[in-house]
Each structure stands twice: as C-alpha cells, then as structure tokens.
C-alpha cells in the first residue's frame, strides 16, 4: 500500500513549485491553502502532492515569491510546422480598453504565432453542449461546471463524494483546441500532431490541466503560457505589431465566460448560481456535502479565483479592472455566436452542432475521486489512529494559530498521529512541558542534601551559625 501511495505521488504533476532558497517559513501559503497540502518544517515550507490543486492561492500570498508557476515558453514553437494561440477568455480583460481586441491579438501573431483562436470561442461550442446535456431531466443535480480545474481537483480531494456532480464536459480551451487540431490538420494537409496550440492561461491550475488532464480523454493542447509573461511582450512590442484584419470574431457571450457569471449568462436556462474565490467555493461544497443545496439550483458556475478567470494568479490586473473591461467588450461586442460565421478554414455551425450531438466534446470517463494520504493501511490501522487523533486533539489548544507549521490543530494531531511531527512542535505543549519541568526542577532542588546546597538555599537544613 505505501509503495502504492508512493508511485501515486510520483505520477501527479504539479505546476505550482517551490523555490527553497526564497522560502522564509512564514506560514502564509499555510493558511491560505484549501486542501491543506503545505507544512512548514525546518524553517521551510513543503507541500503535499497528494493534496495539491495547483490553485495558486500559495502564489498570491507568498511575500518573497517563494512560489511560482512552472509554464511553457516561446521556444516551444519550435517544435511544431504551425501554431496556434487559444487565448483565454480573460486574455482581453488586461489590456485598456483603448487597445482594440485586433492589436492584441496580433500581438500573439507579433510573437511567432501563425494564428489564434480564441479561447472564447471555446466557451461559445462548449454553450452548445451544455445545453444539450443540460436537457436532461435525470442528471444529478446541482450539476458543477468543469472549467475550473482549481474546483474540479479540489473537489476530486477534498470532496469526493460530489465527483459525480461534475459536467462531463471539457473546458473551452480543450474544445477550441480539438476544433483547431481538427480542421487546420485538413485544411494544410499536415498530421494534427504538427499543428501546435497553446494556452494564454490566467492561472497554473490550466498549466496542469493541460499537461495532466483530470479525466481520461484526448488532449489536444500542446503547453500553456502565462498570461502576465504574454502581455508583457506585447506591451512592449506594441508599436510594432500589425494589425491582422477579422482575426478578433468571438462573441460577447463568449468573451463573457472570462468573468464570474459569464458562463451562466450563456446558458440561460433553469435556477444557476455562479461563486467566485477559493473560500466562497468551499463553503459552497460544503453546503452541497450536506445536502443543504441538493433541490435549490440546477446549475453551480464555480470559480477558484475572484471575479473569474480575470482573477487569476498569472494575470496582471486587478480582477475588478479586468471584469469591468470584459463587460465592456461583451457589451460592444453583441450576442451572436462567432462560431456561427462561415470562415475557413473553421469547421462550420453545423459541423460543430454534429459533434456535440455525437457527444465529441464529452468526457471519456468520469471524473474520479483522488486518493489522499489516509491514517492507515487498513481498517484495524485506520481506526487506532483515529482514536488517537481526537485524543490529541483535545489536548490542543484549539487556536489554530499556525506556529507548528499546519493550518489548523486537527491537521497537526494528523501529522503527530502519521509521526510527521512531534507533539511538542505546539509552542502552548512545549510550554506545558517546560512548565511542569521547571516545577520538578523546583522540587528536586529542595531534595538537594547539605554539601551540595548553597548558602541561598540551605533553607532547613541549618544556617552558619548552627554550624558554630
């Protein structure tokens, strides 16, 4: 079973990492975890595979940039005859509005990019299969959008049992590359495996999605890239770029899915509720766990980040900025699908209609629960260490103050029951410990025999002038 655990470990992959060097052992990324995968041990912080979503909340809060982003470069092109952009939604929302969505998105040509797709209009096919799978009466319900892998690995950990409330749907940028793969590879004549598409990511959560995906299907991303590391090159390329005429065609309702609320917007239909930020989200999770949300809405837009996709780790405006731009642009842009244009080499409305009724854009397998590192091997194990667990726990002073190095007491006794940790790790339990033995210190003293007594302490046992 541990060999077992270990190779699980091995095989997730983590696009939030750790530069060691830089960690201060503050305990910030401690409290601000979700699924509690971060310790500070030794001065240093460590995090848990097992438990990592890849949120990026740890890289919000981090004060000396201990946590970053692992993300694709430019030089990935070079491996790949033609590459495509899928920008994300957000992508629009950090730049004014009086940069026309035409400059930016020239910009991505500007860099070495042969066309972009926008990843809005990913959002716009993906409305399509919504709908239709939303059609059904018998689905569970609330059903939970899938676009925020943040929410979906979170609930895979943290939630188990509501993986079945997940849409069995790809994200946007999934189907926005799976047409991109698809009609390019016949309009150029070249195998899809050629064609490149990258992923103009607002968060790392997307980073590891692409490179892992949550469920088993066919991943027609090739690498993602930051957008803050993207909007710097056009920004300081601006002047320069061309304008390439028609290449910005998305929707407004497709732009839309950038922000929280812009998902529910297009779907428009039965009781919807969109939630934003990380804690909002797990509140809401828990309020489904217990049953408390099961009859009142049809549909849950979960959003890890505030204010959406605009609030990303790896975008550069303030997420209130970004939003207000993003509903700008919707508004400007109107609410006919962009998909619905007839522009080659696209696939058509009706081709694309024909793959969400063959059900192209559904999941292959059912999201899965992910195996967290449990108290025990087995039953007998696992019920001894619980014993032991709540025992400790009310020895603890219940503060969740943090000084350990874990989030909250009850995950310290975890780590003291799994012998991560030692009980005096508590500050309060070292100075119970420090406490009684000053007291016993005190006692033994008074137990001292004559010779080995001072004149301050000879208390008893006689003075100076006894001896005389």
Same mark, same amino acid.
């Given at each position: 079973m541990a060999e077992k655990r270990r190779a699980e470990t091995r095989s997730y992959y983590h696009s939030v990492l750790l530069a060691a060097d830089r960690c201060i052992g503050c305990t910030h990324c401690v409290r601000e975890c979700p699924t509690e995968a971060i310790r500070v041990h030794y001065g240093k912080a460590r995090i848990n595979p097992l438990r990592c979503v890849d949120c990026g909340e740890c890289i919000r809060v981090c004060p000396t940039d201990a946590r970053y982003a692992l993300t694709d470069t430019l030089d990935e092109l070079k491996r790949f005859r033609y590459n495509v952009a899928i920008p994300s939604s957000a992508f629009l929302g950090q730049f004014k509005t009086s940069i026309p969505p035409e400059k930016v998105f020239s910009g991505l040509i500007h860099l070495g990019f042969d066309e972009v797709y926008e990843g809005a209009l990913g959002g716009e096919i993906i409305t399509l299969a919504l709908r239709e799978y939303l059609k059904d009466e018998n689905r569970v319900k609330p059903t939970i959008?899938?676009?925020?892998?943040? *929410?979906?690995? !979170? $609930?895979q950990v943290r939630f188990p049992s509501l993986v079945g409330h997940i849409v069995p749907i790809e994200a946007p940028m999934d189907a926005a590359a799976r047409v991109v793969k698809m009609s390019r590879s016949r309009h150029l004549g070249v195998a899809p495996e050629e064609i490149g598409t990258f992923f103009i990511t607002p968060c790392p959560a997307k980073v590891t999605a692409v490179k892992q995906p949550v469920a088993a299907r066919d991943n027609f991303l090739d690498g993602a890239l930051a957008i803050s590391d993207v909007y710097n090159r056009i920004m300081s390329?601006?002047?320069?770029?061309?304008?390439?005429?028609?290449?910005?065609?998305?929707?407004?309702?497709?732009?839309?899915?950038g922000a929280a609320g812009g998902e529910n917007r297009l779907l428009g239909q039965g009781r919807r509720?969109?939630?934003?930020?990380?804690?909002?989200?797990?509140? *809401?999770?828990? !309020? $489904?766990?217990?049953?408390?949300?099961?009859h009142g809405y049809d549909y849950l837009e979960l959003r890890a980040c505030t204010?959406?996709?605009?609030?990303?780790?790896?975008?550069?405006?303030?997420?209130?900025?970004a939003k207000h731009r993003i509903d700008l642009l919707r508004e400007a842009k109107g609410e006919e699908f962009g998909i619905a244009e007839s522009r080659s080499p696209d696939l058509s409305y009706d081709e694309i209609l024909g793959m969400v009724e063959r059900r192209e854009f559904n999941l292959k397998a059912p999201v899965q629960p992910r195996p967290t590192l449990g108290l025990g091997t087995d039953i007998a194990e696992t019920i001894a260490r619980m014993k032991e667990l709540e025992k400790i726990i009310t020895t603890l002073p219940g503060i969740d103050c943090g000084?350990?190095?874990?989030?909250?007491?009850?995950?310290?006794?975890?780590?003291? *029951?799994l012998n991560k940790a030692h009980v005096t790790d508590c500050?309060?339990?070292l100075g119970e410990?420090?406490?009684?033995?000053?007291?016993?210190?005190s006692s033994l003293a008074e137990l001292l025999p004559p010779t080995l007594k001072t004149r301050g302490n000879a208390g008893k046992h006689g003075t100076e002038e006894d001896s005389r």
């Open positions: 959008s899938s676009l925020c892998p943040a *929410v979906v690995r !979170l $609930i390329n601006l002047e320069k770029i061309e304008v390439v005429p028609g290449i910005a065609r998305a929707s407004g309702l497709g732009i839309g899915w509720l969109a939630v934003d930020g990380i804690d909002n989200v797990v509140r *809401v999770l828990e !309020l $489904i766990e217990s049953d408390e949300y099961h204010g959406g996709c605009v609030g990303g780790p790896l975008t550069t405006q303030e997420p209130f900025v000084s350990c190095g874990a989030p909250t007491c009850r995950a310290f006794a975890e780590d003291v *029951v500050t309060f339990k410990q420090l406490q009684r033995l000053a007291k016993e210190m």
